[in-house]
Every structure is written in structure tokens, then in C-alpha cells.
């Protein structure tokens, strides 16, 4: 996963660094990133806080329970204390069939823990 290979196993990234690899992958607008196009990216990502911070000073604004929820229901069968661990385990799960995931996988773990980080 490029986020953990880029900064680190972290619990929560930042807005700069989602962003980066945003536009290191190419994902979305190729000459800037929108808050409001990236949220799910931030809502998976970032902490509540970081994300609180992007979307007070944004035009529209994002439900980060909401989008989370939507993430867990859609990957998670509705567990929604995913972590970055449970992320980059269905990202590498989700490589052996295709190369397109946020961040590519890199085929391991991070022998992490599970959800609630």
C-alpha cells in the first residue's frame, strides 16, 4: 500500500499525505485534489479530527459517521471500527484480483491488529 510504504504504519494519515498519493495515483482529477471529490478517501484515512478540519472551510461539507458507514457496509458487512489494518488487509486481498485498489497493495500485512485501532 503506498500510504504505509510512503509514511509508515500509521493509525490516521493527513490530508497531505492522502492527497499525495491521490495524485501520485493519478485518482480522480489529475491536476488537483477536491475535498469534496476526495471525502471518502479522507473519511477511511484521516482521523475524525483531520477530517472535521478539511471540510469546515470547504464550501460543502461531508458526514464522516455517514461515509464511514457507507465503507463498512460496503466492505465490511457493516463492522464499522475498520482501521488502516483492516483496510490494507482488504486492499491486499482485493490486489490478488486487481491492481486498481486506493494506494495499490503490496501483497503483505502489516501484522496490525484488526478493527478499533
Known sequence: MVLKA????????????????IKRKRIGNHSSTDVIDNCYAYAMYCSPAEFKNI?????????????RSDVSDTLFNGVSDFSF???LAESSNSALNSSGSFGGGDGGTDGGGGGGD
Open 6 to 21: 510512503q509514511y509508515g504504519y500509521k493509525k490516521y494519515y493527513t490530508q497531505a499525505q492522502v492527497d499525495s498519493v
Open 85 to 87: 489494518a483492516t483496510l
Open 55 to 67: 471540510y469546515d472551510s470547504a464550501v460543502e461539507s461531508c458526514d464522516y459517521i455517514a461515509m
